[in-house]
Nanobody, 124 residues
Framework: QVQLVESGGGLVQPGGSLRLSCVAP???????????MGWYRQAPGNQRELVAT???????VYADSVKGRFTISRHGGLKKVYLQMNSLKPEDTAVYYC???????????????WGQGTQVTVSS
């Protein structure tokens, strides 16, 4: 069972910043370092969408809507992944989910795991 625990959400004014954290408390470090980690979000009435992912080697991919404003990073020794969010906009309001993706053998996709989510609200 993969457990992911998010923290750091809250209410922030437009233009402000938040830093989300996610830890995998039950995972040993060597296994954590084999996962692609990510952040997704889901706003009311919308489907869950990719925000950013980061590989074991540190290569990151971002949604166009957050490029230049958000930064994903990971710390293998602490089994954590972070999302630094700057210049926040009201449209960034959503529940943010930490994710872990384990590549299946033979290129048959990934096994996906999710945290419970943390609410981010951007409003004046």
């Amino acid at each position: 069972q993969v457990q992911l625990v998010e923290s750091g959400g809250g209410l922030v004014q437009p233009g402000g910043s938040l830093r989300l954290s996610c830890v995998a408390p039950r995972m040993i470090t060597s296994v954590f370092n084999g996962y692609i980690m990510g952040w997704y979000r889901q706003a009311p009435g919308n489907q869950r969408e990719l925000v950013a992912t980061i590989t074991t080697g540190g290569s990151a991919v971002y949604a166009d809507s957050v490029k230049g404003r958000f930064t994903i990073s990971r710390h293998g020794g602490l089994k954590k992944v972070y999302l630094q969010m700057n210049s926040l906009k009201p449209e960034d309001t959503a529940v943010y989910y930490c994710s872990a993706h384990w590549p299946r053998t033979g290129g048959r996709g990934y096994d996906d795991y999710w945290g419970q989510g943390t609410q981010v609200t951007v409003s004046s």
